[in-house]
């Protein structure tokens, strides 16, 4: 067999644009020094990558750094899916970073450039095909995030939520390393489809405790990444004290890098009778956790960033039926994935939809405030309020928010066809205990003792055409997936 790699350039086309991108934002920062200029460069180029990973990546399956059958990129219709939703995902909070780029203390050039690099991670993250690439994606894609976190100087609380989603990211990743390396000794393989080649053909391998552990170490570390109960606790404190911004970022793309990582390990890598019970628990814990805990929350972040555990678990769900023999048939276990990934990105974009609404009601700089200073807010501001009413309406799975109604049903289909009725009954429990608050938080923007001002006493002005453009740019995209959900299904099934 040949040592010698193949390398197909127009399969590596999206990680050059995303990577180009990054390179030509710093030269624009250093050579033209202007914010607009800056700014430009990145959604240029978050458009581009976009637009690359679709025409490059749908279609036929690219492969390159191969040695025999198995590749360290491979470039299919779910990872060209992943790749546009990063780079969308990019694209849009540039949008809402706009006015806090230019008015507030966050430099441009160091934002646009780390939220390039991040985008890059999440491109190679959908495509890769080994653990150590897969690992080093998911790291390119967080590291960033850390700076992002803690960027706007002077503020003890972005500070405080750098540190703390530093010091959980690391111990997640080292982990998830310990589990990758402890792989290696077992089996001899670290590309995923050889993994699991070599698992089927020896399952005595799974008797003994170093692989035992080897999954567990793989399998919870990446549950840190999707803020999976009991390793979410980093997720509320560092949303809260992020930029509002950059807390968009992290809910969505962040969470969709870890739900990427863990369906590639658990889809090819690791066995599904392994992996499916922990998986079926952490599911029931975080959906709960993440429900009864945002009851109680009184500030807007911290209420976002519990639902989004709650989703999490959610997406975890449909993994949980590969516990079960029925789960485990071809049929089950590709609408088990397909449910997983869809649920991945209806999530994104009505989360991004929540977060720009947000923003845009919010002044220019301050945090998500407290609930109950969105009250009467549809007065003032009928539209923006509407699209926040729209996005939590659809995370809660009702209509009109159909992007959201799709999403639970194809979770609760995929459970019921893999025989795990037990856990769909979870879920929609779940469900209906998650109303409580969207919909409380949805009715308080339109109850009344509203004020006519601002919290900080300045007068409530429009928001700016950014941020107005990225939130009707992730309305409009959450109402089309809603009424053509299928899309989204198709792509995530192949």
């Known amino acids: 067999m040949s040592l010698v790699q193949s390398v197909d350039n127009v399969a590596l086309v999206p990680a050059y644009l995303a990577a180009g991108t990054a390179v030509l934002v710093l030269l624009a920062d250093l050579l033209v020094a202007r914010r607009g200029a800056t700014v430009t460069v990145a959604a240029l180029g978050a458009v581009a990558t976009a637009v690359g990973a679709t025409l490059v990546g749908t279609g036929q399956t690219r492969r390159t750094f191969c040695v025999g059958a198995d590749c360290s990129w491979v470039l299919d219709d779910r990872a060209a899916l992943v790749a546009a939703v990063f780079a969308l995902l990019t694209l849009g909070v540039l949008g809402l970073s706009g006015p806090l780029l230019r008015d ?5 050039g160091e934002f646009c450039f780390l939220l390039a690099c991040s985008m890059t991670g999440g491109v190679v993250l959908g495509a890769a095909g080994d653990l150590i690439t897969l690992i080093v994606a998911l790291e390119t894609l967080t590291l960033p995030l850390y700076v992002l976190v803690g960027l706007r100087r002077g503020s003890l609380a972005s500070a405080q939520a750098a540190v703390t989603f530093f010091v959980v990211s690391v111990v997640a990743a080292t982990l998830t390393l310990l589990g ?5 000794a077992v089996t001899g393989g670290l590309h995923l489809d050889q993994l699991g080649a070599i698992l089927g053909e020896r399952p005595e391998l799974l008797d003994l405790p170093l692989a035992t552990a080897a999954v567990a170490l793989v399998v919870l570390g990446l549950a840190f990444k999707v803020a999976a109960v009991p390793f979410h606790a980093w997720a509320p404190v560092t949303y809260d004290g992020a930029p509002l911004p950059v807390a968009a970022y992290l ?16 889809q090819r890598a690791l066995p599904a009778d392994v992996t499916g019970p922990v998986l079926a628990l952490l599911a029931v814990l975080t959906m709960t956790v993440g429900n009864l805990v945002a ?35 071809d049929e089950a276990r590709a609408g088990a994935y397909a ?12 989360e991004l939809a929540a977060f720009a609404a947000l923003v845009a009601l919010r002044p220019t700089g301050a945090d998500g405030g407290t609930v109950d200073e969105l009250r009467g807010e549809a007065r003032r501001h009928p539209w923006v309020a509407g699209a926040l009413a729209l996005a939590l309406i659809g995370l809660a799975g009702l209509p009109p928010g159909l992007a959201g109604l799709f999403a639970k049903v194809a979770v609760v289909r995929s459970l019921l066809s893999g025989g795990a009725g037990w856990l769909a009954l979870v879920v929609a429990v779940n469900a209906v205990i998650g109303l409580a608050y969207y919909l409380r938080l949805a009715a308080t923007l339109y109850g009344g003792n509203g004020e006519p001002a601002a919290p900080d006493g300045r007068p409530a002005t429009r ?17 089309v997936v809603g009424f053509a959900p299928q899309l989204v299904l198709d792509l995530a099934a192949r």
């Open 104 to 108: 507030g203390p966050t430099p441009p």
């Open 180 to 184: 990758a390396a402890l792989l290696y």
């Open 251 to 266: 809910s969505t793309a962040s969470k969709l890098g870890g739900v990427v990582a863990l369906l590639a390990v658990v």
């Open 295 to 329: 009851l109680r929350q009184r500030r807007t972040v911290r209420l976002l960033a519990w639902s989004s555990v709650a989703q999490a678990g959610y997406i975890l769900a449909p993994l949980g039926a590969l516990a079960l023999a029925a789960g485990r048939t």
């Open 339 to 350: 449910a997983a990934v869809a649920y991945a990105v209806f999530f994104v974009v009505l």
């Open 463 to 479: 928001a700016a055409w950014p941020v107005t453009a990225a939130l009707a740019l992730a309305t409009a995209v959450a109402l």
